[in-house]
């Protein structure tokens, strides 16, 4: 029902926000001489302000056309390489010509970027992409919108995920890199796991976990702690609705991305309150350039996706109220996951001073379950001064972060590497 009534509520203000719209468009315009008159730009504000906070938000754009590489512009092209009805990955192709001007000759390692899959896209991770483009190939998952997805396709689960994942890995060839942001912590290293006890080939190389919940019973956070207090059947009966018509995923059950975002902003709605403010007074103001830096992060920020009822409740149940990864009782088709099982991929945790989604220690109980790896294939690094968001983008991932992910997996394909031309 509550579903059905967020889509009443959008088309029901349909007339009210092409009204706004045409009231920017009108302030707005060159033509009109009261356009940068106080009056002019207060009315432009504030249709500007209602058409925004009312419209339709979906899949960004990456936006990620050139990369800086060593001081030259490369070329990139966003690629679908491997599909799903749940997935897509996406391969970021740098320009050949453009990489050997940059001194670029040899084919470099390859990483997958997991993206999570707790309510907003892939996008979200623009910053990250950018990051690793300086010195991989770089391959990220892009999950579906579950209300895009029709019945016909079944159902979408925590163990698909794991397979979803095993299956990306293989087709990157051997010994990729994963990296992991957020959620997807525990599948990943439970597909680590699984796929270094069968001894694949394409066992990840190193395995970098950046602010994930790997036992969020450690330095629990607002979201732990609710997680925690409510029983199970009171999200499955409170957080799970039906996809109304006339989405092609009509009548699947879903954690709508309008839930998420709401809780999202419910722990930070001060600030929220005030940025939107900010940016009413920019507009009036006549400072386009800060009112632009608060369209480019809410346009990213207020873009989310539904999740399958399936995916959601087992994530709540084995993550964050069973903790069966950290104590050692997650199941995978039939088979006991054992991180101990990894002895020869390179692991390395990455947490925020001040995170406030995953607590530190949450990431760093990734190095006790993987009990059986030698120290010098470990390594774990706190952030000063960031939170959730700036463990994965802005200046300090650029700066400080994301130099440290590099010399690490660069140490381990070193000494895998040595190893080889002794044996």
């Not at 008159?37 to 432009?44: A, E, N, P, Q, W």
């Not at 732990?224 to 059947?233: G, I, M, T, V, Y």
């Not at 002895?343 to 925020?352: F, N, P, R, S, Y």
Request: hydrophobic share 40%; charged share 25%; proline share 6%.
């Amino acid at each position: 029902m509550l579903y059905s009534l967020y889509e009443a509520g959008y088309y029901a203000s349909t007339p009210l926000r092409m009204l706004a719209r045409v009231t920017r468009e009108f302030w707005g315009a060159d033509v009109n001489p009261a356009k940068d008159s106080d009056l002019g730009r207060r009315i432009f504000a504030n249709a500007d302000l209602f058409a925004n906070l009312t419209r339709r938000y979906g899949r960004p754009a990456w936006n990620l056309d050139t990369v800086e590489i060593d001081g030259y512009p490369v070329r990139v092209r966003a690629t679908e390489v491997w599909s799903s009805p749940w997935v897509k990955l996406t391969h970021f192709t740098r320009d050949v010509a453009d990489m050997r001007r940059a001194g670029r000759r040899e084919l470099e390692p390859p990483v997958l970027i997991v993206a999570p899959l707790s309510g907003h896209y892939a996008t979200l991770l623009r910053g990250t992409v950018e990051g690793f483009l300086q010195d991989h190939e770089v391959f990220i998952t892009e999950w579906t919108n579950a209300r895009e997805v029709p019945l016909l396709e079944g159902k979408f689960d925590f163990h698909d995920y794991v397979d979803h994942i095993r299956e990306m890995l293989r087709l990157l060839g051997p010994r990729p890199h994963v990296v992991a942001v957020c959620q997807p912590g525990p599948a990943v290293l439970a597909a680590a796991a699984l796929m270094a006890e069968d001894g694949e080939e394409c066992r990840p190389g190193t395995m970098t976990f950046m602010g994930s919940p790997i036992d969020a019973r450690l330095s629990p956070t607002v979201t732990n702690k609710l997680a925690e207090e409510r029983p199970f059947a009171w999200f499955k009966s409170n957080m799970i609705f039906n996809v109304p018509a006339p989405y092609p995923g009509m009548g699947r059950r879903v954690y709508p991305g309008f839930v998420q975002l709401y809780s999202f902003m419910s722990m930070n709605i001060e600030r929220h309150k005030e940025a939107h403010q900010k940016y009413l007074q920019d507009l009036m103001d006549g400072d386009g350039d800060s009112a632009e830096k608060h369209l480019e992060f809410y346009d990213e920020y207020l873009s989310v996706l539904d999740l399958t009822e399936e995916f959601y409740l087992q994530t709540v149940d084995y993550v964050f109220q069973q903790y069966l990864l950290p104590k050692g009782e997650l199941w995978h088709r039939g088979r006991h996951v054992d991180p101990s099982k990894i002895t020869d991929i390179g692991l390395l945790t990455v947490e925020g001073e001040n995170d406030d989604i995953s607590g530190i220690g949450q990431t760093q109980a990734a190095h006790t379950l993987c009990s059986s790896l030698p120290s010098a294939l470990k390594e774990d690094y706190v952030q000063p001064h960031v939170g959730h968001y700036g463990v994965f983008n802005g200046r300090r991932f650029r700066e400080e972060i994301y130099p440290r992910v590099r010399a690490f997996i660069r140490r381990v394909e070193a000494g895998v590497e040595k190893a080889a031309n002794a044996a």
